[in-house]
Every structure is written in C-alpha cells, then in structure tokens.
C-alpha cells in the first residue's frame, strides 16, 4: 500500500490542524493505520492508531484528549484531527499502515507540523 499526507503547516499554540493521508489499493479496511511523529533531534514516536473498521482507537499520552484519530474506509482515508497544539507537537508527522508501538508494515512520506509559542 502507497500512503499520501497531507494537512500540516504551521499554527499558533492553541490552535488546531487535521491531517489527512490517502491510501492505494482496494483493500483499505484490512489496514490498521496510524500516525508517528518524529521531532528534531528524538527518535519517532507513536501517536496514534485505528483498527481497519474503526472500532478500536490508541492514543499515545502526550496527545490523548488532543487528538483524534478516524478513518473513512470509502475515499481510503485516515485523518488526524489535533487540537490544542502545544510547540511540543511540533514534528514530522507520517501515516502508517499496520503499525505497532515501535513501528510500521508501510510509511508515507511526512508532513510538517510546527507549532509557534
């Protein structure tokens, strides 16, 4: 599977963004997905995953109540909604597709999120 993100920029602290990645591939669903990030000068980090339905959601502490993590299995999509951003959230952002808590089966190409105080 080939996985597109897209949705970061820069924001002020307080504010929100959504990220948004599109998947190839006619079997979408079957995909648990997720998101990382990765901070200059730290190793990338799990934020986020969703089952291939949607039912089952994981949020690393740092963003829970922050950020939401959905899916719509139709346009092959995962998104990340995040909220209150704090410049500690400042980082690439990837998508994962099969992910666990130390890594990937796939990998998209990043997006930057930067977060101003």
């Known amino acids: 599977v080939q996985l597109q993100a897209s949705g970061g920029g820069l924001v002020q602290a307080g504010g929100s963004l959504r990220l948004s990645c599109a998947a190839s591939g006619r079997t979408f669903s079957r995909y648990n997905m997720g998101w990382f990030r990765q901070a200059p000068g730290k190793e990338r980090e799990f934020v986020s995953s969703?089952?291939?339905?949607?039912?089952?959601?994981y949020y690393a502490d740092s963003v829970k109540g922050r950020f939401t993590i959905s899916r719509d299995n139709a346009e092959n999509t995962v998104f990340l909604e995040m909220g209150s951003l704090k410049p500690e959230d400042t980082a690439v952002y990837y998508c994962a597709a099969n992910p666990t808590r130390a890594g990937a089966d796939y990998w998209g190409q990043g997006t930057q999120v930067t977060v101003s105080s």
């Open positions: 969703i089952s291939g339905i949607g039912g089952v959601r």
